[in-house]
């Protein structure tokens, strides 16, 4: 099916590991997001990609990179994992400018030991 | 600065009776607004949206959300609750400025036999 696919889906870290979480999506979309959803505080925005070539920080970027591979493929990278950073991570993808919404993908579930 | 409240963190309703999920929104210019549903283990899922036009929206699964203006609010609803409709809602808003969207903090919907 169509849509936006995440790897791991799951993974423990030790303090001060690194991983780079893989995000990949097949509908032609030009914008791609990361975010992580922590337990009554929804959804924060941590870097996105308004198109292919760009990429921009969001609300919460500190101790996170981007790279945006390609048009399809979007990652992102703790390069020295804290136990803050434990969390759900998710991606979306959305033609430019989101009218239509997102597509998330089914998550990341992220913990730091 | 843009931004969006959910005042409850849960909502209970019985089966077959009406459900309201209350969401209230600040941004500059005219507001894109949405509705995502969260099942357990899962990535959002778009319900529905307002950009323009009629103030009452239809959506997925028999919801639908109402626009009001004047109290900058879009409060997601349905006349009869289903026990499957029990989830994660987050409101969200388009950031006109940016091409992104912030998410509330997600209300609990608890639909009981």
């Known amino acids: 099916n169509a849509g936006v696919t995440q790897t791991p889906k799951f993974q423990v870290l030790k303090t001060g590991q690194s991983m780079t979480l893989q995000c990949a999506q097949d509908?032609?979309?030009?914008?791609m997001y990361w975010y992580r959803q922590d337990p009554g505080m929804g959804l924060r925005l941590i870097y996105y990609?308004?198109?292919?070539?760009?990429?921009d920080k969001g609300e919460v970027p500190n101790g996170y990179n981007v790279s945006r591979l390609n048009k399809r493929e979007f990652s992102l990278r703790l390069e020295s994992a804290a136990p803050s950073q434990t969390s759900v991570y998710f991606c979306?993808?959305?033609?430019?400018?989101?009218?239509?919404?997102?597509?998330f993908g089914s998550g990341t579930r992220l913990t730091v030991v | 600065a843009q931004s969006v409240a959910q005042p409850e963190d849960q909502v209970n309703v019985a089966e077959g009776n009406p459900l309201t999920v209350k969401c209230t929104y600040s941004?500059?210019?005219?507001?894109?607004l949405f509705w995502y549903v969260q099942y357990p283990n899962r990535g959002l899922q778009f319900l529905l949206k307002?950009?323009?036009?009629?103030?009452l929206v239809k959506g997925s699964y028999g919801f639908e959300a109402e626009f009001n203006k004047s109290q900058t609010s879009f409060h997601l609803k349905k006349p009869s609750a289903l026990v499957s409709d029990s989830a994660l809602y987050f409101c969200?808003?388009?950031?006109?400025?940016?091409?992104?969207?912030?998410f509330g903090s997600g209300t609990k919907l608890n639909v009981k036999p």
């Open positions: 941004v500059s210019g005219n507001p894109y």
């Open positions: 979306a993808s959305s033609e430019t400018g989101g009218i239509s919404g997102y597509t």
């Open positions: 307002y950009i323009t036009g009629d103030n």
């Open positions: 990609s308004a198109s292919e070539g760009t990429t």
């Open positions: 969200a808003v388009r950031d006109n400025n940016f091409n992104k969207f912030y």
């Open positions: 509908m032609n979309h030009n914008s």
